[in-house]
């Protein structure tokens, strides 16, 4: 009776371990973890923590695009033990609200949500709560270093293929259309770039026509900028002899097309958050807006390896000087995302 009895309670604290084990859970945006953007450098950053730290993890992909679907996600996610939920794209705004109440002894990292998207009508806001961190980045920045890149690399008809008008995205296209048109003046050169967004963050048949007419009738490079977007904006590059700029993460692998990518460190603002999570550090994140620049490190910008960088005629070392200019203020860069862009110079606005 006594080894049944010893058998039983050391069963009951083997459940009591599993039940207190941390997990991290990744829940996705529209997309998939191998989505070649955010989706998927998210997940690489709770897997990277993850596996040298010996973390349980998992990802769980909501069943459609709604609020609920993602709840339903968040729901099952907690009942099957997670600790922190990493919850990537604008998308989770509505989510959040409710998720972070539902689940207060449950840790939230919000990437790419910023205090607009907390919100069900875009007239009443909230904020995040103690268990959850917002975290968007200077996008901007990455699109003034893109287009500035491409012009100083020779390109000077330019296009600008956005996903949906969302912040981030307005954010990146603005700032590629400052930085192309900086780099102009500076050297003394006409350009002209073509703006457009698609409405959706998927490539399709209409798209990929769109594009054909562009690089067709002279456009050279195309900055595509929305999760998979980028697919139409590739195949009607490599149909025409025309160079892509990829987004959110190095997609120079993806395709000889694509010349450089707009950047933003998704994977490493995921692991730097959770390692501080679980370092007892949560006090600097917790119910905070956070954004994350040049200024507070190599948060964004474009690859410099050298199996990445195809930008002839521009090198590293002069991208090197440019961010530092940024960095200690002699550039500014406009961050607005109220812009009508159809007034802006050089650009052709495409509704």
């Known amino acids: 009776m006594k080894k049944i009895l010893a058998i039983l309670l050391a069963a009951m604290l083997c459940l009591g371990c599993v039940a207190f084990a941390e997990k991290i859970v990744l829940v996705t945006d529209v997309g998939t973890i191998d989505d070649e953007s955010f989706n998927q450098a998210c997940w690489q950053g709770v897997e990277a923590y993850a596996k040298a730290n010996g973390v349980e993890y998992d990802y769980y992909q909501p069943q459609a695009d709604s609020t609920d679907a993602r709840l339903d996600a968040i729901d099952q996610a907690v009942s099957e033990g997670a600790t922190v939920i990493v919850m990537p794209g604008y998308l989770f705004g509505e989510a959040l609200i409710t ?10 990292i919000a990437v790419d949500v910023g205090s607009g998207d907390l919100t069900y009508d875009y007239v009443t806001y909230y904020d995040a709560a103690p268990n959850a961190v917002c975290v968007t980045f200077a996008e901007e920045q990455a699109g003034w270093l893109a287009g500035y890149a491409a012009v100083k690399a020779g390109y000077t008809k330019l296009g600008y293929l956005g996903g949906m008008a969302v912040p981030a995205v307005i954010r990146y296209g603005y700032g590629y259309v400052q930085g192309a048109n900086y780099a102009a003046n500076e050297m003394g050169v006409e350009i002209e770039i073509k703006y457009t967004y698609g409405g959706q ?9 769109k594009m054909e007419g562009w690089y067709q009738t002279g456009t050279e490079v195309v900055f595509s900028c929305g999760g998979g977007i980028y697919t139409s904006a590739v195949e009607a590059a490599m149909n025409n002899n025309g160079k892509v700029i990829g ?17 933003k460190g998704l994977q490493n603002v ?5 390692a501080d999570l679980f370092e007892g550090n949560w006090d600097n994140y917790g119910g905070k807006f956070l954004t994350y620049s040049l200024n507070e490190g190599d948060y964004v910008g474009i690859p410099t390896a050298e199996g990445s960088w195809k930008l002839n005629g521009f090198t590293v070392e002069e991208y090197n000087a440019v961010v530092d200019q940024i960095k200690n203020g002699t550039i500014v860069i406009d961050n607005s995302i109220d812009v009508d862009m159809s007034t802006v110079a050089n650009v052709d606005y495409i509704a």
Do not use: H, P, R, W
């Open 99 to 108: 998720a972070q109440d539902n689940y207060s002894d449950v840790k939230f």
């Open 247 to 263: 987004v959110d993460v190095d997609q120079s692998y993806i395709s000889e097309c694509i010349i450089t990518s707009a950047m």
């Open 270 to 274: 995921t692991e730097s958050i959770l």
């Open 201 to 209: 963050f998927f490539g399709d048949a209409s798209i990929t026509a």
